[in-house]
Nanobody, 124 residues
Framework: VQLQASGGGLVPPGGSLKLSCTASTNILRFNAVSWFRQVPGLQRELVAAITSDRHTKYVDSVKGRFGISRDNAINTVYLQMNSLKPEDTAVYYC???????????????????WGQGTQVTVSS
């Protein structure tokens, strides 16, 4: 199974980008798909996740600005990023994993299946 991430680039503060993560197999095989990001020297951070039945979760710093969605017909998960800030600059990775449900919300459990990463740079 392979995940192909794309859509990164250079954008000024306040701009938008849409990342795509396309799977080499039926994406419904995965119970959840997510986007992480990593800045050099720091741990990889979960940004957003979406389950097979379209429940979503976001890190607090992107709530209201980013939206995760999926198109099962073309095995693709998207991350729409609006109102971008310089602190959103990072390499973004997609991952196929599993949700762990508890008390009505889920924790995302990553697997070893990662996309190759796409660079997002927010700068004027």
């Amino acid at each position: 199974v392979q995940l192909q991430a794309s859509g990164g680039g250079l954008v000024p503060p306040g701009g938008s980008l849409k990342l795509s993560c396309t799977a080499s197999t039926n994406i419904l095989r995965f119970n959840a798909v997510s986007w992480f990001r990593q800045v050099p020297g720091l741990q990889r951070e979960l940004v957003a996740a979406i389950t097979s039945d379209r429940h979503t979760k976001y890190v607090d710093s992107v709530k209201g600005r980013f939206g995760i969605s999926r198109d099962n017909a073309i095995n693709t998960v998207y991350l729409q990023m609006n109102s971008l800030k310089p602190e959103d600059t990072a390499v973004y990775y997609c991952n196929a994993g599993n949700p762990h449900w508890s008390s009505g919300s889920f924790t995302y459990i990553p697997s070893s299946t990662w996309g190759q990463g796409t660079q997002v740079t927010v700068s004027s």
